[in-house]
């Protein structure tokens, strides 16, 4: 049961971003929303994953795994349901914060919680939880806009996402009675600052960031490319789906595939290399294939999960997992704004989007270098001794 618990918190992380960018022509419409703001609005999952991600370590540590895993879905329920209702831009702007805030220390949450639960079987619970993330980002893209038009509104098709948030609260809540604390010993010595000097920490969070500025990137901005190119709306959200349904089976067969290659960089080298490929056609030929551009970007967001995995993999103890998580996270989620930031300035310098795609294509190849250093078998424990 605690391992259906983590997947149903997992899913619940993603509908809070992929539910906004389907509706967003409707959205900014009916609240009266500006360009400038709703580019704010792509950039704030990243902004806030960075900041509430330095800040989760601490908050881990005082009130222990599953209190805050309670708190996290109470955020991301008032936060999702309370923007569906305002009528401003910026309330929708501070609520989407706190749902997201709640998101952001759910992410960090998943491997200590993996540590602590199933210390065994890392590879397996973290594939479950990762397929989990990728599964909850693509339903919202393809089941918000079905919603809001069956229900006569996007308000009503964004609030959905309260209610499925509210069934994994009910399940965390019979764990409020035995809140765990990670090691306390592990973490007097793991400090954010001291994995500072870690090699391999660093390694991880450029790893992390440069994963996750691909991720935002494409499902912020992926739909008004081929909409650009010359694809329907409704196309342009299917795809957009597609890409986050194709990580799914990836992901469920990664640890067939980790046991496989053992500690060589393969994986992160064939995630950059699809991704290239990914972009590249999307570059070129919009248009004329964009269901395998989806797919090869979709491949490529394995990335994400095999280094969630790796986080636990790389550390001793579930102290030492929330404090690299949220290093990692933290870290890598701040350098990731250069993806949908980036994607977005470079095309309205320009008025294409060739640039845009060239730094994605950029970005991509960062995989495989900062990969190959994670794939060496280390703790992060030694490399501060």
């Known amino acids: ?17 992929g539910s906004v960018g389907v509706v967003l022509d409707a959205l900014r419409g009916d609240l009266g929303m500006s360009v400038t703001v709703a580019g704010l609005l792509t950039t704030l999952p990243v902004l806030c994953f960075a900041a509430a991600g330095i800040a989760a370590h601490s908050v881990i540590a005082k009130l222990g795994l599953h209190v805050t895993t309670v708190l996290v879905l109470v955020l991301t329920v008032v936060g999702v ?27 960090i949450l998943l ?19 990762g397929a989990a993330l990728m599964g909850g980002g693509a339903i919202a893209s393809f089941v918000t806009v079905p919603l809001a038009s069956a ?22 809540l019979p764990h409020l009675r035995d809140s765990v604390h990670v090691d306390p010993v592990a973490d007097a010595r793991f400090k954010l600052r001291d994995l500072a ?27 008004a490319i081929l909409v650009d190119a010359g694809l329907s709306d409704a196309y342009a959200g299917a795809m957009v789906g597609l890409l986050g349904s194709v990580g799914v089976p990836l992901t469920l067969s990664l640890p067939y595939l980790m046991s496989r290659v053992g500690d060589r960089a393969w994986l992160p080298w064939a995630f950059s290399a699809v991704t290239v490929l990914g972009w590249v056609g999307l570059m ?14 979709g491949l490529g967001g394995g990335a994400f999960t095999w280094t969630l995995t790796m986080i636990g993999r790389r550390t001793r103890t579930a102290g030492g997992t929330a404090a690299l998580s949220s290093f990692v996270q ?12 980036g994607t977005g300035l470079l095309h309205d310098l320009t008025h294409d989007w060739y640039a845009s795609i060239s730094l994605m294509i950029t970005l991509s190849v960062f995989i495989a270098v900062f990969g190959s ?9 030694d490399t501060l001794s």
């Open 284 to 297: 070129l030929w919009p248009a004329e294939a964009p269901w395998l551009w989806a797919v090869l970007l």
């Open 151 to 172: 229900l006569g509104d996007w308000r009503w098709g964004t609030a959905f996402w309260a209610f499925l948030a509210l069934v994994a609260l009910l399940l965390w």
């Open 81 to 107: 349901a309370a923007r569906s209702l305002v009528d401003s831009p910026e309330l929708f702007l501070f609520f989407s914060v706190v749902a997201l805030s709640g998101c952001a220390i759910g992410n």
């Open 197 to 223: 000097r870690s090699r391999l920490a660093w390694a991880m969070a450029l790893l992390f960031g440069v994963q996750s500025a691909q991720a935002y990137a494409q499902f912020g901005w992926l739909p």
């Open 330 to 341: 933290g870290t890598g989620y701040a350098v990731s704004a250069i993806g949908p930031f």
């Open 373 to 381: 250093i994670v794939a060496r078998p280390a703790y992060v424990e």
């Open 1 to 17: 049961m605690v391992g259906v618990a983590i997947v149903l918190l997992a899913v619940n992380l993603r509908p809070a971003v």
């Open 111 to 129: 491997p200590p919680l993996a540590k602590r639960h199933f210390p065994d079987h890392i590879a397996g619970i973290s594939a479950a939880y």
